[in-house]
């Protein structure tokens, strides 16, 4: 057989053979889901969306409730009103809560000193629900006044379909006379996994050092104490094993009847830092870390299918505004501009040349939507807003995505008072 004409067969089933590699990586991409209930990404920086599975419906969150109390926690010690190294008092309730059978807990006993560092490594590592209220009871005074707190932190978050009725995470069940007014029995912390990925981007960008902890593998609880617990954290993706991934160091397990086996989880690579959310693992009965399997391919998604890219360049003319009147200038328009290059988050089967341009002006610079002369290079009118057609996920919170100043591409002097009378005589006969 002649070699020579095997060669473009050969070229043509390579060809083929990519193709079909993008196109399954395009409907991998488009077709993702996870083994939950709900489940949700973002990058933690911008908080734009790689994932919304059911990520807006309220659902119980268990222990999942401490990223809101470590935030308090945290705001607290910012604002000096605690320390670290402040001593802590055990409640009654707080001592009997850290012995019921089935919780997770460290023992706490009235009388020994345990500081906030102490209780805090606790409420984050072993989730320990006693040291969540001891916490409570340390800044507001009850842990009833500390849940008023909380709402109010999350009503600053603009999140309205929340249900907190503790600081731990606990079903009522649990908790009997010490249960906030006006709740049921059964009654738990409702969340969406949308609220869930807010308040741990707020906690990572407002408290970094709390990744500090949450990647504490184990560790002795009050060793000097008479009853000191070795602790050991829940997130075994910290620990060597099939769950084991590179770069996570965080953030908080949760697990109750109701909410499931549910997991917050954060993931550094490559200079960037996404967060995921997965709530109630649906394997669990199956695979007891089912949360961390579905979590483990989160990451990959938002990983290996976002990526960063330029879609726009400094001094491009946005596609819907590309001049502006100008009232008395020796010329009629100026040109517009953005004044930097836009980035955008694309995903592997989007397209970065299908955008959605949208220009603001400031109609405090303008007179009935022109300019007056005389205008300045790079002078700033507006700004431009650019999003991927195809991508309908947005960001996180409303208020952030993709901008660029708009701003004068060239200077219009002013027009002389002949030229003045000429453009007005002209513009009678026109």
Known sequence: ????????????????????????????????SVNANAG????????????????????????ITKTVTAYLVLDAIKQQKITWEQEVPISEYAEKLSTVPDLSNVTLVRGQKYTVKDLFEAMIVQSANACAVALAELIAGDEHTFVNQMREQLDKWDIKDATIINASGLSNVYLKDHMYPGTQENDENLMSARDVAIIAQHLIKDFPEVLET????????????????????????????????????????????????????????????????????????????????????????????????????????PTDKKELKVTEGKEKTVALAMEKPVKLWIRSDMDPNDLTIKTTLDQSLLDDNAIIAPVHKNEKIGVVSVSLTQDTLGYVQKNEGATADLVTKNEVQKASTFELIWQKITGLFS
Request: hydrophobic share 40%; glycine share 8%.
């Open 40 to 63: 949700y990404a973002i990058d933690a920086d911008s908080g734009k969306v790689f994932f919304n599975q059911d990520g807006d419906t309220p659902k119980g969150i268990a222990s």
């Open 214 to 317: 949450a990647k504490i593998k184990e560790k002795t609880f009050a060793p000097n104490s008479s009853q000191p617990d070795e602790m050991k954290n829940w997130n075994v993706m910290l620990f060597d094993g099939p769950n084991y991934k590179e770069g996570v160091d965080g953030l908080k397990t949760g697990t109750t009847d109701l909410a499931g086996a549910c997991f917050v989880g954060t993931i550094q690579k490559d200079g960037r830092r996404v967060i995921t959310v997965i709530l109630n693992a649906l394997d669990q009965p199956n695979n007891e870390n089912a949360r961390f399997t579905e979590t483990g391919k989160l990451m990959d998604y938002c990983l290996n299918n976002w990526s960063q890219q330029d879609v726009t360049v400094a001094g491009q003319t």
């Open 1 to 32: 057989m002649n070699k020579k004409k095997r060669f473009p067969l050969v070229l043509v089933v390579l060809v083929l053979f990519f193709q079909s590699l993008i196109g399954i990586t395009a409907q991998a991409a488009d077709d993702f």
